[in-house]
């Protein structure tokens, strides 16, 4: 019954053919066939169920197909893999302000309370102030992966986020309602890793979120192909943030300038 149902998913030719059923090692059906398919020949057909490849083809053409299988159906390396993702950032500021009563009986400039003058009488004071601060970033995430297959981890939280809506009452009057919903903030990737020799190749997603001020969200993301050595770290994409502003009246005026640098490293490493 079962060599019965093999000639009916093989084709009415099956029996004009050899049939043979290889069983799998390592690998799926779904891995091994589109390797496989390009090398049946013409008028042979291939199919998998159940982790056995089924093949009707000529005796030569099998041959051919068992050698590649050999190669094909190998085990997967398991693979540790590192993302990092840190971020350099640096602010600095200026400001200078003028203060103080100048002038007679008829004119006078000052930027003082009718208070501060009282007690402190006539005179001018020149404030000068400059400030700077640095931050340093850095999360370290690892996963464990088989070669071939697709990985993902993620961490973080949920962050409270105020919404409000506006309704009609039947009368007429306007219903405000307030409420809170909650959006994950989390950093994490998605990666999946092939090897070739000593290099591996890598479809990669990074994500990195963070709450940001009044209940935003700071997101960063990626979509990449790269390839690197094993064992060691190699760069996968940045980016780079400047900003400056100035500001300035009659008795002062500032200016502060920021810098961002953002970077995302990759490692992988072969599990023995």
Known sequence: MRFLLLLLLLGPCAAQADVEIIPLRFRTVDQVIPVLRPLVEPGGALSGMQGQIIIRASAANIADLRRV?????????????????????????????????????????SNES???????????????GD??????????????????MPAYISTGQSQPLPAGNVTRAPNGALIVTNSVTYHDVSTGFE???RLAGDRVFLDINPRRETPGPGGTINVQRMSTSASGRLGEWFEIGGLTISASSQSGGILSSSNSQRQENRRVWVKVEELK
């Not at 893999?81 to 103080?100: A, N, P």
């Not at 009718?114 to 000068?128: F, K, M, Y």
């Open 131 to 148: 400030g700077s601060a640095r931050r340093d970033e850095r999360v370290d995430q690892q996963v464990q992966a088989l070669e071939g």
């Open 191 to 193: 990666v999946l890793p």
């Open 69 to 109: 299988l050999a190669i094909v159906d190998t085990q997967q390396r398991r693979l540790l893999i590192s993302v990092r993702q840190d971020m350099e950032g640096s602010e600095s500021g200026r400001g200078v302000g003028v203060s103080g009563t100048v002038g007679s009986d008829r004119f006078s400039i």
């Open 114 to 128: 009718a208070r501060d003058r009282a007690n402190s009488g006539s005179g001018v004071n020149l404030q000068l």
